[in-house]
């Protein structure tokens, strides 16, 4: 028995975070790699150089790692037939909905997502609490995207019944 193409589930986009979010870590990261480098030639003893060089890592480490890592945990997966957010890189949580149960694509965006087209896509799903996934980028073509896929979906179960008692 063949598949039809309808059946099988493709993946339309996996969407991150707007990448606008490592800007102000980057430069962070650029300022102390500058600061060590001054004060490691000011500094007279190697122990300090040393308590500098330690200093230096773990603000990286707080200021630059920790925001990349949250930016590579967090995701969303848009299929043919279901959406799936993903997020956290220690723990991972992951929700999928699927398309037929989505009742409405809301955007929402500050002034600075608007400014570089993003904003955050709340997916309504009737339950008590919708899914929202924060800084998309290009959020207007995402929304009109998912918005489209859900309008399908909701075609295509409505179609099912009719379609199933013609062949009876």
């Given at each position: 028995m063949t598949a039809h193409s309808e059946d099988r589930e493709y993946v339309i986009a996996r969407i991150r975070p707007h990448l606008r979010l490592l800007i102000w870590p980057s430069f962070v990261a650029v300022a102390i790699a500058t600061g060590y480098g001054l004060g490691f030639g000011l500094l007279p003893e190697s122990w300090m150089r040393v308590a500098l060089l330690v200093l230096a890592l773990a603000l990286i480490a707080v200021l630059w790692l920790a925001p990349l890592l949250f930016w590579l945990g967090n995701r969303m997966i848009v299929t043919t037939r279901r959406?799936?957010?993903?997020?956290?890189?220690?723990?991972?949580?992951?929700?999928?909905?699927?398309?037929?149960?989505?009742?409405?694509?809301?955007?929402?965006?500050?002034?600075?997502?608007?400014?570089?087209?993003?904003?955050?896509?709340?997916?309504?799903?009737?339950?008590?609490?919708?899914?929202?996934?924060?800084?998309?980028?290009?959020?207007?073509?995402?929304?009109?995207?998912?918005?489209?896929?859900?309008?399908?979906?909701?075609?295509?179960i409505g179609r099912q019944p009719r379609e199933s008692a013609r062949w009876r």
């Open positions: 959406v799936v957010f993903e997020q956290g890189m220690i723990t991972r949580t992951r929700s999928e909905i699927a398309l037929v149960r989505i009742h409405e694509v809301t955007v929402r965006a500050s002034a600075i997502q608007a400014l570089f087209g993003s904003g955050d896509i709340c997916v309504g799903t009737g339950a008590e609490r919708d899914l929202v996934m924060r800084d998309v980028p290009k959020v207007a073509l995402v929304q009109a995207a998912l918005s489209e896929l859900v309008q399908r979906s909701a075609v295509a």
